[in-house]
């Protein structure tokens, strides 16, 4: 990567891709970060990520059915990854670019890489795993999906919130989870029942991605919450053990959302993975 420069303007652009329309938001130039958002959710997620534009080209979309998106429903993880790439097309994006995705978002990460490896520099997957739901998840979450239905996105936020951030002592000293609490339940409840449901449908009907992601050629960087409840740091673990080029931090104090929980940590890993790129795979992503 070269030195700080002068970020382009911010935006958000409503992209036509794949047959609906999605929102995009984008800031800074450079080598580009695509950042993919965890359920439910949706791109505002990564806000304090945006001091990265100082250094690269943010995309950060909405995926089909959340956030300013159109509300054509998800189908499948693989049809959100195809999405990526289309919405990389409509951008101008030719090369690689580097795919970060957290927690749903790295599912959708690992199958642009697994489908697209070409269009993949360098991949970031945050609080996610390689493996397939078990008959048991699955079945939690076709029971969520249709309490959702009947009873509205507040028991899906009542549910999720308290397990999405670190809860130790440590974690509460540092001060503001009220503050994130209240952004994740607002952000949750801003979305669609029905895209909901179809998500939950999806992450269970995902394959196990662990021989895809074996034969992964482009360099990994791995970041886990040291207290995340939901992908605990023995998923991340075991995807090291797997994806050959893989490297992997595991962050004190902080739960299934690392970029909001701790913003400065990992913006300073994206920033030393990136600097370490080869210089190949730097000059292909146009840095």
């Known amino acids: 990567m070269t030195g700080p420069h002068h970020p382009l303007p911010s935006a958000t652009h409503q992209l036509a891709v794949a047959g609906t329309r999605l929102a995009v938001h984008t800031a800074g130039s450079g080598i580009p970060l695509v950042l993919l958002h965890a359920f439910p959710l949706d791109h505002s997620m990564w806000a304090l990520q945006e001091p990265l534009a100082e250094q690269v080209r943010l995309i950060a979309p909405d995926l089909r059915g959340f956030g300013f998106s159109d509300a054509a429903l998800p189908e499948t993880i693989a049809a959100w990854a195809d999405d990526v790439v289309a919405v990389l097309d409509a951008l101008h994006v030719r090369g690689p670019a580097v795919i970060c995705g957290i927690s749903m978002g790295g599912y959708v990460a690992q199958h642009v890489a697994a489908r697209h490896p070409d269009r993949v520099a360098a991949l970031i997957l945050v609080d996610t795993r390689l493996e397939a739901d078990s008959a048991e998840a699955r079945a939690g979450r076709a029971d969520l999906a249709a309490k959702v239905g009947r009873l509205g996105l507040s028991i899906l936020a009542d549910a999720m919130v308290p397990r999405l951030l670190a809860d130790s002592e440590e974690a509460r000293a540092a001060g503001g989870r009220a503050e994130l609490e209240s952004r994740l339940r607002a952000t949750i409840m801003g979305q669609r029942v029905e895209a909901v449901q179809a998500a939950l449908g999806a992450l269970g009907a995902r394959p196990d991605m662990t021989e895809p992601l074996r034969r ?39 739960g299934h959302m690392v970029p909001l929980e701790q913003p400065a940590a990992f913006n300073a890993a994206v920033l030393e993975f990136l600097r370490e790129l080869p210089e190949d795979r730097l000059r292909a992503a146009g840095a």
């Open 216 to 254: 992964l050629r482009a360099p990994a960087l791995l970041v886990g919450g040291a207290e995340d409840a939901i992908t605990p740091p023995a998923c991340l673990q075991a995807a090291e053990a797997v994806i050959p080029r893989a490297r992997l931090l595991i962050v004190p104090a902080a």
